[in-house]
């Protein structure tokens, strides 16, 4: 039977039973306050008359509910458009770094070229590197790419890319795929499968729960990234709501205002709750693998 | 168990006898090409967007860029005018009033709360999960709700709660003595749920024999958490720690959109001071000073962490 720090004889005492439920409690109240309380007041807030929110912040609705503070964010303020390019970067970004790390981790950990272990440790490296040394460098890197003619500011592709060159991504992926049985790829090279196909057919369908993961970090990175798409992305009309939001407070009404972040808290909030197990499994996995 | 067997050694032609014994061509034939093929993506992405720009950091930090003439090396200069700007040390300073309170408010909240989570018995899920809440919302939206949070009138949201016991109103982000703490309180309550989820996984690691073990002894249950439950999490709270550090010296969001460094630099951080040197002046910024500055940062926090892991080392083995 599984037990924690309080035994089963612990929990029969009726002192330390009262005090262990009382501290769930207070505990759980709290959680609701912090956790939830901020939430449900910027639900209430979105459709709540600029005046009331002024006035009497903690009031529900004195003088009734606002709906059209939704459409008019939604709409007029084009939160649907900074909606749908947040949405294109976190799509794009989620497929570079999907096929960025699948296939570095088939190569590393199924193919097992010779320079293959160099190569592991010249990406790891770069954990160990703070993003902040990469700032200015790769800010100029986009406005003066490499192999291409053209500066890649005002372009997804500035954020889709760099998105890719995330090693903590390989390095759970590499894992994974080094603790797949290799057996299985053995039987499927006997039966004449190339290693396009074995990557295809055999590893990718065997990784679902890993790329979950992935997909859940790059997602969630994506829908947070504050600073570089702010950098590379200076034309208003592909911003996302991130970078937008702090620029549309200074000219939209309050009421309108907080509808419009409510909005942007829906899908996370939406995701979280739909993959919760998944959430959590990925953070308790992030603080195991960063050690 | 499959065994690992060596390959047939290959038939060697006449043609490329004599040669060595790899060649181009026996390469690509056992299957290097379609390798490299794979590692192409990885190569392209890392190459371009990680390993060539942390080089060129390097390069940076002695030069003078701009957008319009070729670089110029200038030596330590970039270096000599940052640790020459007052700014420089109270950025560092704010940065380090920031991580010691990041450390006060938010380093034991996860843990005592995590402790007692592990412990209940009904609705696990609604607790890890209210917890997780702060982390999934987005960090702008956050801090941009809390900013209306903090109004600094007496029908502010904080100030009407902290009226209804008679206390306030409060000028948060308005006063430099407190800004800097309502700025840290906001980051908490963003990031403790994360660390709550990491300490919960290492709790159910935590080995139960050893609380039999100290039952048998007769232990309290302070004594228990005391001497079999934090000692067994005892490399998960050193890592949290210095990641902790770690992060927290790179804050950049809180003070660029709650206070944008004010008032009166109250809130400049490093970071805020590494964006204002690239990217204030529309007209193009002083790249050398800013990547000079964020190397520096870097080197720091890899020597601390260096340091801390050699302290650590022997007793985080456990």
């Known amino acids: 039977m599984s037990r924690g720090i309080l035994s089963g004889s612990d929990w029969r005492r009726p002192r330390i039973r009262r005090t262990a439920l009382g501290v769930h409690g207070v505990l759980l109240l709290a959680l609701f306050a912090v956790g939830l309380g901020p939430m449900l007041w910027l639900a209430k807030a979105a459709v709540t008359p600029t005046q009331d929110t002024l006035r009497a912040p903690l009031a529900l609705w004195p003088n009734g509910i606002d709906w059209a503070n939704l459409s008019t964010a939604w709409s007029r303020v084009e939160i649907d458009k900074y909606f749908l390019n947040t949405v294109i970067l976190a799509g794009g970004s989620w497929f570079v770094q999907l096929l960025v790390a699948t296939t570095a981790g088939f190569a590393l950990s199924v193919l097992r070229p010779r320079y293959g272990k160099l190569l592991t440790g010249v990406v790891l490296a770069t954990l160990f590197v703070p993003s902040v040394v990469l700032l ?11 192999l291409l003619k053209a500066s890649l500011i005002n372009s ?65 990175a994506a829908w947070k990234d504050f600073l570089w798409p702010l950098l590379v992305l200076p034309d208003p009309d592909l911003q996302p709501l991130s970078v937008r939001l702090p620029a549309l407070q200074k000219f939209v009404e309050l009421d309108v205002f907080l509808a419009a972040l409510a909005i942007s ?3 996370p909030v939406a995701l979280f709750l739909v993959f919760q197990r998944l959430f959590l499994k990925s953070g308790a996995l992030g603080g195991a693998v960063k050690g | 168990m499959v065994t690992e067997t060596r390959p047939a050694p290959l038939v060697v032609s006449p043609r490329i006898q004599g040669r060595s014994r790899r060649t181009p061509l026996t390469w690509a034939r056992g299957g290097g ?63 380090l009033y920031f991580a010691l309170l990041a450390l006060l408010f938010g380093y034991p909240v996860p843990l005592v709360a995590a402790v007692v989570m592990s412990e209940v018995r009904r609705f696990k899920g609604l607790y890890s999960a209210l917890a997780y809440l702060p982390v999934v919302i987005p960090p702008v939206v956050a801090v941009l709700l809390w900013k209306f949070f903090y109004d600094a009138g007496p029908t502010g949201v904080f100030n009407t709660i902290l009226g209804t016991v008679g206390l306030g109103p409060v000028s948060w982000l308005q006063d430099s003595g407190s ?6 309180l906001e980051a908490t309550w963003a990031a403790a749920g994360g660390t709550v989820i990491i300490y ?9 024999d050893l609380y039999e073990a100290a039952e048998i002894d007769r232990a309290s249950i302070w004594r228990k958490i005391w001497h079999v439950t934090l000692p067994q999490l005892r490399g998960v709270l050193l890592i949290t720690f210095i990641l902790q550090i770690v992060g927290t010296s790179q804050v950049f969001l809180e003070p660029f959109l709650f206070t944008g460094g004010g008032p009166a630099n109250s809130t400049t951080t490093i970071l805020l001071l590494i964006y204002d040197y690239a990217f204030a002046n529309s007209l193009g910024g002083e790249y050398g000073a800013a990547t000079a500055l964020s190397i520096m940062l870097a080197v720091v926090l890899g020597i601390l962490s260096a340091i801390y892991f050699r302290l650590t080392r022997s007793w985080s083995k456990s």
């Not at chain 1, 460098?137 to 790419?145: E, G, K, Q, S």
């Not at chain 2, 919960?200 to 080995?207: F, N, R």
């Open chain 1, 136 to 146: 200015v460098p790769l800010y100029l890197t986009v406005v003066d790419p490499p």
């Open chain 1, 156 to 220: 997804f592709w500035a954020v889709w890319l760099p998105a890719g060159a995330n090693a903590f991504n390989i390095l759970i992926v590499q894992r994974f795929f080094a603790n797949l049985p290799r057996e299985v790829f053995e039987a499927a090279r006997v039966d004449g499968a190339g290693p396009f196909r074995l990557f295809w057919s055999v590893v990718l369908p065997m990784s679902r729960p890993i790329l979950g993961v992935v997909s859940v970090f790059a997602v969630i």
């Open chain 1, 265 to 267: 808290t829906v899908i």
């Open chain 2, 33 to 95: 090409l379609s390798t490299l093929v794979f590692l192409l993506p990885l190569l392209l992405v890392f190459g371009i967007f990680s390993w060539i720009p942390i080089g060129r950091a390097v390069l940076m930090s002695f030069q003078e860029t701009n957008l319009v003439t070729p670089s110029t090396f200038v030596g330590l200069q970039n270096f000599k005018d940052v640790l020459a700007d007052p700014l420089l040390w109270t950025a560092v300073k704010n940065t």
């Open chain 2, 179 to 184: 800004a800097m703490p309502a700025l840290v």
């Open chain 2, 200 to 208: 919960l996984a290492a709790l159910t690691g935590v080995s139960t």
